[in-house]
C-alpha cells in the first residue's frame, strides 16, 4: 500500500519524481533581451494619469475612464491627482492664462519620466477661443507628446492617443520637445 508521491513544494521537472531546488531550475533556462528594453515595457505598461479636466473634454475623460472604454485596459488605471504620483498629465479643456503657471508648476512636480497628453481643440490650439484670456494650446506652456484632435474628442480618440503614447514610450523615441523646454514663467530665464 506504498506510493510514492512527492509533498515538498520545489517544481518536479517531467518524467521525474525528485524534487529540483529551485536554483537549478532558473539555471535551466536564459532571457535574452536589454535592460532598457524591459523598463520600456514597465512604463508603457503602468500610465498613472493625473487629469488636468477644465471644461467639456474633461467629461468625455470620465467615460474613457468609465467601464465601458476602461482606460484600465492599457495600464493606466491607476489615475492619481497628486503630481507626484503620476507620470501622465492628461490636459482636457479650456486653460486659462491665469492657469497656465498652475499647469506649469503641476507639470514640473512630476516625476520623471514624464508624459503629456493633450486633449481636445481647446488644450491643443485655444479651440474656438481666440481671447487675450485663453492660452493658445498648451504647448506654449509644457511640452505636449500626444495631441488628440476634437471638440470634444471621442472616447475613441483618446484611447487611440493613450496608445501611440504607448508606442513612442516602447520604441523610446526621441523627444526633443521635451528635452529642449524651459519654464516660460522662470523669472531666472
Same mark, same amino acid.
Given at each position: 500500500?506504498?506510493?510514492?508521491?512527492?509533498?515538498?513544494?520545489? =517544481?518536479?521537472?517531467?518524467?521525474?519524481?525528485?524534487?529540483?531546488?529551485?536554483?537549478?531550475?532558473? $539555471?535551466?533556462?536564459?532571457? %535574452? %533581451?536589454?535592460?532598457?528594453?524591459?523598463?520600456?515595457?514597465?512604463?508603457?505598461?503602468?500610465?498613472?494619469?493625473?487629469?488636468?479636466?477644465?471644461? #467639456? #473634454?474633461?467629461? +468625455?475623460?470620465?467615460?474613457v475612464m468609465g467601464p465601458r472604454y476602461d482606460l484600465a485596459r492599457f495600464g493606466a488605471?491607476?489615475?492619481?491627482?497628486?503630481?507626484?504620483?503620476? *507620470?501622465?498629465?492628461?490636459?482636457?479643456?479650456?486653460? %486659462?492664462?491665469?492657469?497656465?503657471?498652475?499647469?506649469?508648476?503641476? &507639470?514640473?512636480?512630476?516625476? +520623471? =519620466?514624464? &508624459?503629456?497628453?493633450?486633449?481636445?481643440? #481647446?488644450?491643443?490650439?485655444?479651440?474656438?477661443? $481666440?481671447? &487675450?484670456?485663453?492660452?493658445?494650446?498648451? *504647448?506654449?506652456?509644457?511640452?505636449?507628446?500626444?495631441?488628440?484632435?476634437? #471638440?470634444?474628442?471621442?472616447?475613441?480618440?483618446?484611447?487611440?492617443?493613450?496608445?501611440?503614447?504607448?508606442?513612442?514610450?516602447?520604441?523610446?523615441?526621441?523627444?526633443?520637445?521635451? *528635452?529642449?523646454?524651459?519654464?516660460?514663467?522662470?523669472?531666472?530665464?
Amino acid at each position: 500500500m506504498s506510493t510514492s508521491s512527492v509533498t515538498t513544494n520545489e =517544481p518536479v521537472l517531467k518524467n521525474s519524481q525528485t524534487p529540483v531546488p529551485s536554483e537549478d531550475i532558473s $539555471r535551466s533556462f536564459a532571457l %535574452t %533581451t536589454r535592460l532598457d528594453a524591459i523598463v520600456a515595457w514597465g512604463r508603457k505598461n503602468a500610465l498613472w494619469p493625473l487629469p488636468y479636466g477644465t471644461a #467639456c #473634454c474633461g467629461i +468625455e475623460l470620465m467615460s474613457v475612464m468609465g467601464p465601458r472604454y476602461d482606460l484600465a485596459r492599457f495600464g493606466a488605471e491607476v489615475v492619481r491627482f497628486s503630481p507626484r504620483q503620476a *507620470d501622465l498629465l492628461l490636459v482636457a479643456g479650456t486653460i %486659462t492664462e491665469k492657469m497656465a503657471p498652475v499647469l506649469v508648476r503641476i &507639470y514640473e512636480q512630476m516625476l +520623471e =519620466p514624464k &508624459y503629456v497628453l493633450s486633449m481636445g481643440a #481647446c488644450a491643443s490650439s485655444g479651440g474656438f477661443y $481666440r481671447a &487675450y484670456h485663453v492660452l493658445q494650446g498648451a *504647448d506654449k506652456v509644457i511640452p505636449v507628446d500626444v495631441y488628440v484632435p476634437g #471638440c470634444p474628442p471621442t472616447p475613441e480618440a483618446v484611447l487611440d492617443g493613450v496608445m501611440a503614447l504607448q508606442r513612442m514610450i516602447a520604441t523610446q523615441q526621441p523627444r526633443p520637445w521635451r *528635452d529642449n523646454w524651459k519654464n516660460p514663467h522662470d523669472k531666472n530665464r
